[in-house]
């Protein structure tokens, strides 16, 4: 969901998914889902006339590891879509709960790498300061000394 749009509708999301969370943690009782670990909702995206709501999710737990197992989990909501839908519409008033549709949401997995991989590179880097010749400057020095390079003062004393 995009952060302009209609305040009610935005406000309407945040709550779903907030009751979608507790609802699912406390209500659903399908193996499935259960097997799969500990299920979050990270986004809730409704459309204009708020008839569908896409309801992002991701798990923590064996489905991080187990494709099979998050795609089992993932039938599971699907299938307990309807029994969510209900109850949620009731409980926030809603004249027409919205159709609940279930995405897979790999954000966090992919931020996840991405973490490790910053920090895979940070450890090499920190790893071949030490080795750096005493007498070469750093890049911006080297930039700085080539022909055509902007002019500007190299040191701050004059």
């Not at 299938?79 to 549709?101: D, I, K, N, T």
Request: net charge neutral; proline share 6%.
């Amino acid at each position: 969901m995009s952060e302009q749009g209609n305040p009610r509708r935005i406000r309407v999301a945040q709550a779903m998914r907030d009751l979608l969370a507790e609802l699912i943690d406390r209500e659903i009782r399908d193996p499935r889902v259960r097997a799969a670990g500990f299920a979050s909702i990270n986004h809730v995206e409704l459309n204009r006339d708020m008839s569908v709501a896409r309801v992002y999710v991701s798990f923590v737990g064996a489905a991080d590891q187990n494709p099979a197992v998050r795609d089992r989990a993932m039938a599971g909501l699907r299938s307990a879509a309807g029994f969510l839908r209900g109850p949620a519409g009731r409980a926030l008033r809603l004249r027409r709960a919205p159709e609940l549709r279930f995405v897979l949401d790999d954000s966090p997995a992919f931020s996840q790498r991405i973490s490790d991989l910053v920090r895979t590179e940070e450890a090499s880097q920190g790893q071949g300061e030490g080795e750096a010749p005493q007498g070469e400057g750093d890049e911006t020095d080297r930039i700085a000394d080539r022909p055509g390079a902007p002019q500007g003062r190299k040191d701050r004393d004059g």
